[in-house]
């Protein structure tokens, strides 16, 4: 019979997953990861095996709750372009607002670890290819509904969004000018064609 875990698991990860989200792998030791949790390290390695598990698990709690936030946002019945608007927004908010300057946890991990780890690579282009996917679904949905031209490319303006959205996140760590980033919606908004 399987041992019943003696933590609250829902609260070790979301633990977990705010110290790597604002320090990164390397930023985070083992015994800071067992100090934050108040259990012992025979416990920590029973539950979750070893730190780079743990990242995973918390680096797959995070896109759950906020790429997954993004992409049902995608498929609400709000105009495409009120859509983007609200979505461009909240992600302008919610980072300017940031005052640890975390950015995004997805982001800083393509950064710290895609390179040179695969698997964590594969999580990454995953959830990059859903969101993409998300947006391009959405964009032809306006196509359709003939809020946007059918000369749009729903997969190179989704292609775009994304990496508005990642360059966003990445320069309000140090950049938090509201009235700027503002000015940057109403660029990207642009760039839909009109039906």
């Known amino acids: 019979m399987a041992r019943t875990r003696e933590f609250d698991e829902a609260k070790v990860i979301d633990i977990a997953?705010?110290?790597?989200?604002k320090n990164g792998y390397a930023?985070?030791?083992?015994?800071?990861?067992?100090?934050?949790?108040?259990?012992?390290?025979?416990?920590?390695?029973g539950a979750y095996h070893d730190k780079?598990?743990?990242?995973i698990i918390a680096l797959q709690n995070y896109r759950k709750n906020?790429?997954?936030?993004?992409?049902?946002?995608?498929?609400?019945?709000?105009?495409?372009?009120e859509t983007i608007t609200l979505l461009l927004n909240n992600i302008?908010?919610?980072?300017?607002?940031?005052?640890?300057?975390k950015g995004?946890?997805?982001?800083?991990?393509?950064?710290?670890?895609a390179s040179h780890d695969h698997e964590i690579a594969d999580i990454l282009r995953e959830n990059r290819q859903n969101i993409i996917t998300a947006f391009s679904v959405a964009i032809q949905?306006?196509?359709?509904?003939?809020?946007?031209a059918p000369s749009n490319n729903p997969h190179a303006i989704a292609n775009y969004f994304y990496s508005l959205i990642n360059g966003m996140r990445v320069?309000?760590?140090?950049?938090?000018d509201r009235s700027q980033y503002a000015e940057i919606v109403n660029v990207a908004l642009s760039v839909l064609q009109k039906a």
């Open 17 to 21: 997953t705010n110290l790597f989200w």
């Open 27 to 45: 930023g985070v030791s083992t015994q800071d990861l067992i100090d934050a949790f108040g259990m012992s390290k025979s416990s920590m390695y």
């Open 52 to 55: 780079r598990n743990l990242f």
């Open 66 to 81: 906020a790429s997954q936030g993004m992409i049902d946002a995608m498929k609400g019945d709000k105009s495409l372009k």
């Open 92 to 101: 302008i908010a919610e980072t300017v607002g940031d005052e640890d300057c």
């Open 104 to 113: 995004c946890f997805i982001v800083n991990t393509a950064i710290e670890l």
């Open 141 to 148: 949905k306006g196509i359709d509904n003939q809020e946007l």
């Open 171 to 176: 320069d309000a760590k140090i950049h938090k």
